[in-house]
């Protein structure tokens, strides 16, 4: 079956104008945060932090799979066995399934104060594109069709010579190895995750440097499309129109009210993006499936982002599941994520020193903290991490 991201960036790539837009679902977190990855478990109690099962987790990706709302399901090389080579789910569906490529430091996010996060992003690879294509060390040429072809690299510049030239150096040994392998790509770039010398145009930083790595890669070895933080319209235009053979997309962030991820998403679009991957915005909705059709219908121009919000707390009311937020609070928004963490920044900052992500403090003293403190604290750190 021809998958729908084929069809969409054909016709993007030859109409820019065109109102396709992509959408996908992350479902690779395991990679990242390992047992919170699932989000929490509806039999979680206020005082514990209980999650679903990575087996809930993948029942979440099949069910979604086959509802066919987004284009693309990114997942990690284990689930991509288990679902695409194993038990055969996107051959007869338009859903393009696509694995985590690489694991770079700054999202090695487990946690019992983990401090990966805080310290500037490594390049590393634990999944291979063979393992990926078959589920092996090596693949024959009919064996490269078995699983994914699709691939999510991230990189994460800090301003920092060394460090970038490492983490470059690295994506241009995949680039190779991706098209000597036939294995196709999409690039996500991260804004500074411990930056000691922050840019004073964060947004101009991240433009020139998407603009500059990919100057001298030719068409064999470009991404598909790109996948960065939304840094508002001004940034997004600029990007958008200085190559439009480049597609450009937004990664979701943190979890969020309803109005954050359908105004993104819609604002985006308005200004030159086509695509969008949202993952903890999807997976910590209080249903997916319902969820996920409010965004496709703010994605094709069906319903405006405050409508979609009404549409989603109505299918809720329908389904008899009560919301974590009332309708007022969930059409208010708050703010989007800059790297895979927690942190945020305020919307439409996107220019200013004031996106540039912070240090996290320091925890503090527990031995001068009471029981009912600690608790709140861990509270507290389930909900940063979680979303």
């Known amino acids: 079956m021809q998958?729908?991201?084929?069809?969409?960036?054909?016709?993007?790539?030859?109409?820019?104008?065109?109102?396709?837009?992509?959408?996908?679902?992350?479902?690779?977190a395991d990679m990242?945060?390992?047992l919170s990855a699932p989000g929490r478990s509806p039999e979680h109690h206020a005082d514990e932090a209980r999650f679903r099962t990575l087996a809930e987790y993948r029942q979440s990706m099949r069910e979604i799979v086959a509802q066919g709302l987004v284009d693309i399901m990114l997942m990690s090389a284990s689930s991509n066995e288990v679902l695409t080579i194993d038990e055969r789910l996107f051959d007869n569906s338009h859903v393009t399934p696509a694995i985590r490529a690489n694991d770079a430091t700054d999202i090695w996010l487990a946690g019992g104060s983990g401090r990966y996060g805080r310290q500037p992003s490594q390049p590393?690879?634990?999944?291979?594109?063979?393992?990926?294509?078959?589920g092996k060390a090596e693949?024959?040429?009919?064996?490269?069709?078995?699983?994914?072809?699709?691939?999510?690299?991230?990189v994460t510049l800090n301003n920092d010579a060394d460090l970038d030239r490492r983490t470059l150096e690295a994506y241009k040994a995949f680039r190779l190895e991706a098209e000597a392998k036939g294995f196709?790509?999409?690039?996500?770039?991260?804004?500074?995750?411990?930056?000691?010398?922050?840019?004073?145009?964060?947004?101009?930083?991240?433009?020139?440097?998407?603009?500059?790595?990919?100057?001298?890669?030719?068409?064999?070895?470009?991404?598909?499309?790109?996948?960065?933080?939304?840094?508002?319209?001004?940034?997004?235009?600029?990007l958008a129109r200085h190559d439009r053979s480049l597609v450009v997309g937004i990664l979701g962030g943190s979890a969020g009210t309803a109005c954050d991820a359908f105004e993104m998403l819609w604002e985006a679009k308005k200004y030159g993006a086509r695509a969008a991957l949202y993952g903890r915005k999807i997976n910590n909705a209080e249903h997916q499936l319902s969820f996920i059709q409010c965004l496709r219908a703010v994605a094709d121009d069906q319903m405006a982002p405050a409508e979609a919000v009404k549409a989603y707390h109505g299918a809720l009311q329908r389904l008899g599941i009560r919301p974590q937020r009332s309708l007022a609070d969930d059409l208010q928004r708050t703010g989007t994520a800059s790297s895979y963490g927690e942190l945020?920044?305020?919307?439409g900052a996107g220019m200013s020193a004031a996106n540039v992500p912070r240090k996290s403090a320091a925890p503090p003293d527990f031995s001068k903290m009471t029981r009912a403190e600690k608790i709140q604290w861990n509270l507290d750190r389930w909900k940063r991490i979680v979303g």
């Not at 590393?124 to 078959?134: L, V, Y």
């Not at 990919?214 to 996948?227: H, Y």
């Not at 945020?344 to 919307?347: E, G, H, I, L, V």
Request: contains cysteine; aromatic residues 8%.
């Open 3 to 28: 998958k729908s991201l084929d069809r969409k960036l054909a016709r993007i790539l030859a109409d820019p104008s065109c109102r396709d837009f992509i959408l996908a679902d992350a479902k690779d």
């Open 32 to 34: 990242a945060f390992g």
């Open 124 to 134: 590393f690879r634990t999944a291979t594109i063979d393992h990926a294509q078959c």
């Open 139 to 154: 693949c024959s040429p009919d064996e490269r069709g078995l699983g994914a072809n699709l691939g999510l690299y991230s």
């Open 184 to 238: 196709r790509h999409f690039l996500e770039v991260f804004d500074p995750n411990a930056c000691e010398h922050p840019p004073a145009d964060l947004a101009r930083f991240i433009n020139d440097h998407v603009a500059r790595m990919l100057a001298g890669v030719t068409s064999r070895g470009r991404p598909l499309f790109l996948k960065i933080v939304y840094h508002g319209p001004a940034a997004m235009e600029a």
């Open 344 to 347: 945020t920044s305020p919307r």
